[in-house]
């Protein structure tokens, strides 16, 4: 097993759940309903992220997080 400080130097990273790509793969409406999530609280975002892929760690919730808002803001002229 390759220690973290290899994996970081290397710039391996864990193989782990792509929410990024999850999210990617969603129909518009599942989108959306992720969407009003977010606006209601940030934890019934992660609660429905959950439920939409149970293996979603609170670093993957982060992460789809800071991407819808960072879009959001994009879009928003």
Known sequence: MKSFRHMKITGIKNAGFDVMG???ELDGPR???????????RKTFYKTVTLFWPQ????????LERFIVQRLAANDL
């Open 22 to 24: 999850a999210f990617s």
């Open 31 to 41: 989108k959306m309903a992720l969407f009003d999530r977010l606006n209601d609280s």
């Open 56 to 63: 979603a760690q609170p670093k993957d919730c982060r992460e």
